[in-house]
């Protein structure tokens, strides 16, 4: 059972980038899946989820309508769209799940906003 992150980098203020976690192991669509990021010294915060199927999805306020969290169940991979990024937005960025009430992380992904 995995998690894998990918995507990360160096951008520029208002610039955008895609996080891809792909996942092995498990029946990827029978799970919710969610987005987190941690800064060094801060604690990890939620970032954006979604349901199994795709249908529903929330966010933390300080990214909607700029983020958006996907999901191809046939591809076994989870997707997060950053636009308009801010340098606030620096952190580690992690897939998470849980299956069979065991929480499951990749290892993250880095990603720096500044010019």
């Known amino acids: 059972v995995q998690l894998v992150e990918s995507g990360g980098g160096l951008v520029q203020p208002g610039g955008s980038l895609r996080l891809s976690c792909a996942a092995s192991g498990f029946t990827f669509s029978d799970y919710a899946m969610s987005w987190y990021r941690q800064v060094p010294g801060k604690a990890r915060e939620f970032v954006s989820d979604i349901t199994g199927g795709g249908a529903r999805t929330s966010y933390r306020d300080s990214v909607k309508g700029r983020f958006t969290i996907s999901r191809d169940n046939a591809k076994n991979t989870l997707y997060l769209q950053m636009n308009s990024l801010k340098p606030e937005d620096t952190a580690v960025y992690y897939c998470?799940?849980?299956?069979?009430?065991?929480?499951?992380w990749g290892q993250g992904t880095l990603v720096t906003v500044s010019s």
């Open positions: 998470k799940t849980i299956v069979r009430y065991r929480e499951l």
